[in-house]
């Protein structure tokens, strides 16, 4: 099985500034034209909810202050300006073959 | 607008069985994969497996071969998780996930969760 290993597990991100999300997958999750990275975001007592979808395509409705980037092992989400609504754990998750799997979670607090 | 809408939280003792169902409307239901997806009380998310809506043929991941099957009620658009032989590990949230994509698969809509408690 593909391991994702997400960093750090929680970070805490003044308002108006960067957080920075990695996501490390166990081998290559990419080919020369796709990445099967995708990451979601998922507020208390809510379900998941899709932010990118093959690494860096923003899913519609999503604000422009999320981007995602990365390819082969090593992927990154980032959000810039954070606001107090991006307050959750974010998830990143590979499709590259059964299981999908999810990393583990990092949890973004906002000062 | 699309919705997957599940059934309501459920309280069951080890060794019983629950079913819980998953309703999709806004869209064509056999033509995207639905998906399961548990989350234990404060872990994270782990795959299940999944369920080709348009054969009815279902995929487990390795720890849920066995007490778990899904299944399709695709007159009423309606997909089905059952665990049998409860365990107090079986404990969690458990959502329904469609799949989209061609090839390269997301989840892009999420049920809102039922949350299963185990205990005698």
């Known amino acids: 099985d593909i391991v994702l290993t997400q960093s750090p597990a929680s970070l805490a991100v003044s308002l108006g500034q960067r957080a920075t999300i990695s996501c490390r997958a166990s081998q290559s999750v990419s080919t020369s034209s796709y990445s099967y990275m995708h990451w979601y975001q998922q507020k208390p007592g809510q379900p998941p909810k899709l932010l990118i979808k093959?690494?860096?395509n923003l899913e519609s409705g999503v604000p422009a202050r999320f981007s995602g980037s990365g390819s082969g092992t090593d992927f990154t989400l980032n959000i810039h300006p954070v606001e107090e609504e991006d307050t959750a754990t974010y998830y990143c998750q590979h499709s590259w073959e059964i299981p999908w799997t999810f990393g583990g979670g990092t949890k973004l607090e906002i000062k | 607008q699309i919705q997957l809408v599940q059934s309501g939280p459920e309280l069951k003792k080890p060794g019983e069985t629950v079913k819980i169902s998953c309703k999709a409307s806004?869209?064509?239901?056999?033509?995207?994969?639905m998906n399961w997806v548990k989350q234990a009380p404060g872990k994270g998310l782990k795959w299940m497996g999944w369920i080709n809506t348009y054969t009815g043929e279902p995929t487990y991941a390795d720890d849920f071969k066995g007490r778990f099957a899904f299944s399709l009620e695709t007159s009423a658009s309606t997909a089905y998780l059952q665990i049998n032989n409860l365990k107090n590990e079986d404990m969690a949230t458990y959502f329904c996930a469609r799949r989209n994509g061609n090839y390269v698969y997301y989840f892009d809509y999420w049920g809102q969760g039922t949350t299963l408690t185990v205990s005698s």
């Open positions: 093959y690494a860096s």
């Open positions: 806004g869209y064509t239901f056999t033509n995207y994969g």
